[in-house]
């Protein structure tokens, strides 16, 4: 054996504990937890990294009772039982540690550190290099010339040397040091009295334990506190002392039936590695294992494996450069029902990109690459775009052939901006397909879609275009590299509809939501993106000097405050002044021990100090001036005026949509200004044309109605079918009043709860937001549910359904799958009822206003009205629309949002007009 790899043992039962303990909570989408698996699995990855080990074991505690347990009743009896969520750990761990070929040690009756100090006597008393892998500190008493520590999760190595620097005495004092302040995990008793600081003094100063207890009379002569009475009292506890030394000493000479030959590493067992990779849903692990950089597999990774499919060769891919190909594929295409189609573009911004070439797939593994932009020095002739756009755009506007795709709305935008073609026959999208049938089990993108369901790891763009500032664009990449990755984006996806639809078929419901709601969206919303939002830079400047002088404002109060100058963006300086100057009490600490001043916590304290209000104030301020008005001016498009955001389908859990660049949905209505930037976006100048205005068109307490119809609570169908204020019908039936009786106060306070049961709010909850003692808020809850039972009885049904089916439907049968419905921990389970009660009525909302989008979308393609959609936000429509033609829009648009759902009670849209948004709104 080479003198440079020694023998690792590694303290397996030590590194799951502290891997649970230490690391953040990790569950697979069903909701089996794994950190504390992958914590373990991380460390063991390092070490066959960095040390290429021949010999390497994994040792971990058996069962049952050792024979420390025979010489101290109360050894370990501190120690709580193994939480529930780590003991399911322990055989998936066990199992993918075999799989690494990894030898694997459990031995009866005596503990993983027994073993390991008896493998570590044996091995370095033959001579061999002995590196131990743990964090427990007992194992120093092992190390000498040929035995080392290793302890992964510091990263932090213990020899000789290294063990005097960390504890103050040599191994050969760890079991004395031990012995003496007694061990509060592990029950070991020790010396009453006797802590860190007195034992390293008596071992420093009078040697080992035989030695204290032969010279006691010379303790009093130490220096350290309490010096004159530590002999007494170490007299008196002599027994329990060396007691102590016997259950502190491991032991080196177990009865083992393993010899160093069955320490031997073995070969990974790939296909297992696999199996496992994907159950506990390590996708980096697996992606690195189909690629063949695995450490737990070395050269056994195999290239790919597509599940059912087989191995995914590209032998079949080409790149078509001449007019013979060209005429080939469109012959076939045009032949095809369906073909699965990619754009390559230079750009992520639909509205910037250039079109590079196009990427279609008829079958598994039959895919071509026709490029015609790569305009690099020394690029190989390629077909001219007109002639390649001419010959595709009949068949890519033909209603009749199915086009597949992964986000399509992208290739959909691309196609019309840049060449004028509108992509027809859009009926099959992969990553919508994954995201309605669980929209939780994994992110939608292709490289994450192609290793959950084909066991494939994708040519990922940095590979082909390299990475930061000096990245390629598309259009600067090698031909034949670019072939390659683009057919694989055409083959994948079409291999990923053949993975995927066969799913959706078999659930009806789901299938429903994807054919009558989904797909039909995406033309709807590449159209809303590429009409874009007129914004008013000025106005926004204008803003941005405001939003600055009103920041110093603020800084200048709380400097005030504070009593000095101090960055109010540092947490850190932040937590100094609250906590040590003003010495506010610390209500919560970060995970690593300072004070936290996150927001939650800065609204608690701003109900009794200042400065936190002043604090969250500016934060708010800060956050409009950066996101918006500095940043909104960059993103309006130089040729068309307006800012076009990207309206994501498949990221909120429960069917929202949300946006980027610029993000609309998280513009505050509340504050003043942020319905200042609402201002900004307006109508467009007139220059001579027809004025126009903005129309918003929202739903009325969406939410609420959709809670009445679900829950069928008489009461709540009756206010709505009478047409009341649902917040004052509220607080006249808690507090007993009639409706013109109900005070401001009182309905503001009936609001919260109305909004907020529908969250899952606490009685904590509200009486933190309501700013009242938490019993006053239980009986404002408690007689809510009096006066609306049926509320109650939704919410205790959908608790019940959602632990029995493992997920939540909306009413047009979208599922929220919920992991962690029936999980062991409290906290996490009560997060998942919560989210169970909120998603139908969320997820129903979302339902609601995108089979609306479709409808008015569908009839303005249909009219000659002068109207654009430019925004969905939340629950609201808004629209630019001609001066003359605002009443016969509003009209047209409530009626089609009106009929979007059929519910128990009326749904009710209203509709604001003005010159801006927040004028409209």
């Not at 699995?41 to 009772?65: Q, T």
């Not at 993103?635 to 949509?657: E, K, M, N, P, W």
């Not at 493992?806 to 009560?830: A, C, D, H, K, M």
């Not at 109207?867 to 089609?896: C, G, N, W, Y």
């Amino acid at each position: 054996m080479a003198e440079s790899k020694p023998i690792i043992l590694v303290d397996g039962s030590s590194y799951l504990y502290r891997a649970f303990h230490a690391l953040p909570p990790l569950t697979t989408s069903n909701g089996q937890p794994t950190g504390a698996v992958r914590g373990v699995a991380s460390m063991l990855r390092k070490l066959i990294k960095d040390y290429d080990p021949e010999y390497m074991a994994v040792v971990f505690d058996a069962k049952g009772k050792t024979f420390r347990d025979e010489l101290f009743e109360e050894y370990k009896a501190n120690r709580p039982p193994m939480p529930d969520e780590l003991r399911e750990q322990v055989q998936p761990l066990h199992d993918l540690i075999r799989a690494m070929g990894l030898p694997l040690i459990v031995e009866e009756g005596v503990e993983a550190d027994d073993v390991i100090g008896t493998f570590a006597r044996q091995f370095g008393g033959e001579g061999k290099d002995v590196l131990i892998s743990t964090g427990d500190k007992d194992m120093a008493q092992l190390v000498n010339g040929k035995v080392t520590l290793i302890n992964t999760m510091t990263d932090t190595l213990f020899d000789v040397d290294g063990v005097k620097n960390k504890f103050g005495v040599g191994p050969e004092l760890i079991i004395d040091f031990l012995a003496l302040m007694g061990d509060k995990v592990d029950n070991i008793p020790g010396v009453p009295g006797v802590g860190e600081k007195t034992a390293l003094a008596l071992l420093q100063g009078l040697g080992s334990m035989e030695q204290i207890y032969a010279n006691l009379d010379k303790v009093a002569e130490l220096s350290v506190r309490g010096a004159k009475t530590l002999g007494k009292k170490l007299e008196e506890h002599r027994e329990q002392a060396f007691l102590s030394y016997k259950l502190a000493t491991i032991k080196v000479d177990c009865e083992l039936k393993e010899a160093l030959k069955d320490l031997k590493m073995g070969d990974p067992d790939t296909e297992a590695l696999m199996h496992h990779y994907r159950t506990l849903e390590f996708k980096g692990w697996l992606a690195e294992l189909l690629e063949g950089e695995d450490p737990a597999a070395g050269a056994a990774a195999v290239e790919g494996e597509g599940g059912e499919q087989g191995a995914i060769q590209r032998d079949g891919y080409v790149t078509i450069v001449d007019e013979a190909g060209l005429e080939a594929w469109v012959k076939k295409l045009g032949k095809a029902k369906v073909f699965a189609f990619d754009t390559e573009t230079t750009s992520l911004d639909y509205m910037q990109a250039r079109l590079v070439g196009v990427s279609m797939a008829l079958a598994p593994g039959e895919a071509a690459y026709i490029p015609f932009g790569h305009d690099y020095p020394g690029a190989p002739d390629q077909l001219p775009r007109e002639r390649v756009l001419a010959a595709l755009k009949p068949i890519l506007e033909d209603d009749t052939i199915k086009k597949v795709g992964q986000n399509l709305k992208y290739d959909m935008s691309v196609l019309a901006v840049d060449a004028e073609i509108t992509l027809r026959g859009v009926a099959f999208d992969t990553m919508l397909e994954s995201y309605v049938l669980d929209s939780v089990a994994t992110r939608h993108d292709m490289d994450s879609l192609a290793l959950k369901y084909l066991g494939h790891k994708t040519i990922s763009f940095e590979e082909i275009a390299g990475k930061g500032a000096k990245q390629l664009t598309f259009n600067q990449i090698g031909l034949e590299e670019a072939g390659t990755y683009a057919a694989e984006d055409a083959d994948i996806t079409w291999r990923l509809h053949e993975a995927l639809w066969p799913k959706l078929e078999k659930e009806k419901s789901l299938e429903r939501v994807f054919k009558e709601i989904e797909i039909p969206l995406v033309p709807v919303l590449s159209r809303i993106e590429r009409n874009g939002a007129y914004v008013d830079a000025a106005k926004l400047r204008h803003q941005s000097q405001y939003l600055a002088k009103r920041m110093a404002e603020l800084e200048e109060k709380a400097y005030e405050l504070a009593g000095q100058k101090f960055n109010l963006g540092s947490p850190k300086q932040l937590g100094e002044i609250l906590y040590t100057k003003l010495e506010i009490p610390v209500i919560k600490k970060t995970p690593k021990g300072a004070p936290s001043t996150a927001e939650a916590v800065l609204q608690e304290l701003a109900l009794e100090y200042p400065l936190p209000e002043v604090i969250m104030g500016y934060r708010e301020v800060a956050k409009l001036k950066n996101t918006y008005t500095d940043k909104l001016p960059e993103l309006i498009d130089s040729r068309t005026g307006r800012v076009h955001t990207s309206y994501h389908q498949a990221v909120a859990a429960t069917g929202r949509l949300s946006s980027s660049d610029p993000n609309l949905q998280n513009i505050p209505v509340r504050s003043e200004e942020g319905r200042k930037i609402r201002q900004a976006f307006s109508v467009p100048p007139s220059d001579g044309k027809e004025a126009r205005k903005i129309v918003a068109c929202d739903y009325s307490q969406i939410e609420l109605r959709i809670m009445a119809h679900l829950s069928g609570d008489k009461g709540l169908l009756d206010a709505f079918e009478k047409g009341l204020d649902i917040h004052r019908a509220t607080a006249a039936e808690v507090w007993g009043k009639t409706v013109d009786e109900v005070s401001d106060n009182e309905r503001r306070n009936a609001k919260a709860i109305n909004f907020g049961l529908i969250y899952g709010m606490s009685a904590f909850g509200l009486a933190k937001q309501l700013r009242i003692p938490r019993g006053e808020a239980q009986e404002y809850i408690d007689r809510y549910f009096e006066k609306y039972p049926g509320v109650r009885r939704y919410m205790d049904d959908t608790r019940a359904t959602a632990a029995d089916k493992g997920y939540v439907e909306t009413l047009f049968g979208r599922r929220l799958y919920l992991p962690e419905i029936n999980s062991r921990n409290g906290q996490r389970r009560q997060a998942a009822e919560r989210t169970a009660i909120n998603a139908p009525m969320q997820g129903s909302a979302a339902d609601i206003i995108k089979r609306a989008m479709v409808q008015v979308h569908d009839w303005l393609d249909t009219t000659d009205f002068d109207a654009l959609m430019i925004m969905q936000v939340h629950d609201e429509l808004v629209f630019e629309v001609a001066e003359t033609q605002v009443e016969s829009l509003v009209k047209e648009v409530r009626q089609r949002m009106e009929a979007a759902a059929e519910l128990k009670v009326p749904l009710i849209v209203d509709a604001g007009i003005g010159d801006n948004w927040e004028e409209a709104h």
